[in-house]
């Protein structure tokens, strides 16, 4: 069982930065992948930036050039840095890993950007 844990949500204004990061614990071995999931009030869930162990990423469209998704393997932790923050990318951020297929998530962090 994988637990992940996130940390560094807060009220921001707009274009402004934030930095998240989540420490997982409880697997073995390395994980396979982790990174940022969001969900808006109202929306589903969305992928924000995922990387995978290879070191392949995958950002969504609305946050390329703006978000920045890092992992240290050593320590089993994802970041996610956020600059230029914009109304729109207020949500709750869950950190997401997967591990020998299973799909793990955190409890979530709350971001709020003010205009």
């Known amino acids: 069982q994988v637990r992940l844990v996130e940390s560094g949500g807060r009220l921001v204004q707009a274009g402004g930065s934030l930095r998240l990061s989540c420490a997982a614990s409880?697997?073995?071995?390395?994980?396979?992948?982790m990174g940022w999931y969001r969900q808006a009030p109202g929306k589903q869930r969305e992928l924000v930036a995922i990387r995978t162990y290879g070191g392949s990423t995958t950002y969504a469209d609305s946050v390329k050039g703006r978000f920045t998704v890092s992992v240290d393997n050593t320590r089993d932790t994802v970041y996610l840095q956020m600059n230029n923050l914009k109304p729109e990318d207020t949500a709750v951020y869950y950190c997401?890993?997967?591990?020998?297929?299973?799909?793990?998530w955190g409890q979530g962090t709350p971001v709020t950007v003010s205009s």
């Open positions: 997401y890993a997967q591990y020998r297929k299973r799909d793990f």
């Open positions: 409880g697997s073995n071995f390395a994980l396979d992948a």
